[in-house]
């Protein structure tokens, strides 16, 4: 339970409790003003309430997330550089999933992967640049003509 008295948690809670007093406090004006006679305020009166319940019911689910999963007992954040453009990926760099501790419980928030990008050099060029690259000095020497007659 300790983990739900953080900074972080706490401000969750009194968010929920203004956000509930706020809202059943509308639905408790909608319904006074409903009773002097506007009658769409009784929607309203019936709305202000279903939101209340919304945050009692986000705010619970999120509670009992925080105490179902194990807080983290040890940083397990490798240690990544950073490459450059261009630059291969060495094999140390990147951490297998099966050296994860075996243990410890999966969740459905995965570490990031890192992808290696491929660029081409200077000197060599892409065969798809080089038709968009026609294309678009065909439609620069024909202002009048539709992206549909290009001939190419």
């Not at 509930?20 to 319904?31: D, E, I, S």
């Not at 640049?129 to 020497?141: E, I, K, P, V």
Request: aromatic content about 12%; overall charge positive.
């Amino acid at each position: 339970m300790k983990r739900l008295w953080t900074p972080a948690w706490i401000a969750r809670h009194v968010a929920m409790v203004v956000l509930v007093t706020t809202f059943l406090g509308l639905g408790w004006w909608q319904v006074s003003r409903a009773a002097a006679g506007n009658a769409i305020s009784w929607g309203y009166a019936v709305e202000w309430p279903i939101f209340a319940g919304f945050v009692v019911f986000v705010w619970w689910r999120e509670v009992r997330h925080a105490l179902r999963t194990e807080p983290p007992t040890r940083d397990r954040v490798a240690s990544a550089s950073v490459c450059q453009p261009g630059e291969a990926v060495r094999p140390d760099d990147v951490t297998a999933p099966d050296a994860i501790d075996a243990e410890q419980p999966r969740t459905g928030i995965r570490r990031p992967v890192r992808v290696a990008r491929v660029l081409a050099g200077p000197g060599e060029d892409d065969a798809d640049l080089a038709a968009y690259n026609r294309y678009l000095s065909w439609l620069n020497a024909n202002p009048g003509a539709k992206p549909g007659d290009y001939p190419g």
